[in-house]
């Protein structure tokens, strides 16, 4: 069992940044991945980032060049630096540990609401 603990959202103006932050703990087996989605009022569940263990990060089109997601193994902590925020970035960001071939440990977070004013 993974636990994941978010912290960071919070409300911003078009322009401005934020920094989430994920701790797991519990079960953290190599390889994996942590990483970040966002589900806005509406939307399906996308993308946003994700890190390996490793260091081989990913993102969604929408977000290259503004967010940047980056790792602390030690701490067993992955972050998301989001600049350049944008109204459609608003959504509920949700932390996602997952240990790369199997399948069933896949692990999120409660989510936290990120809102970006115009």
């Known amino acids: 069992q993974v636990h994941l603990v978010e912290s960071g959202g919070g409300l911003v103006q078009a322009g401005g940044s934020l920094r989430l932050a994920c701790a797991a703990s519990?079960?953290?087996?190599?390889?994996?991945?942590m990483g970040w989605y966002r589900q806005a009022p509406g939307n399906q569940r996308e993308l946003v980032a994700t890190?390996?263990?490793?260091?081989?990060?990913n993102y969604a089109d929408s977000v290259k060049g503004r967010f940047t997601a980056f790792r602390d193994n030690a701490r067993n902590t992955v972050y998301l630096q989001m600049n350049s925020l944008k109204p459609e970035d608003t959504a509920v960001y949700y932390c996602?540990?997952?240990?790369?071939?199997?399948?069933?440990?896949?692990?999120w977070g409660q989510g936290t609401q990120v809102t970006v004013s115009s």
């Open positions: 996602n540990f997952r240990v790369i071939l199997k399948s069933s440990m896949n692990y």
């Open positions: 519990g079960s953290i087996f190599s390889p994996n991945v």
């Open positions: 890190v390996t263990d490793g260091g081989t990060t």
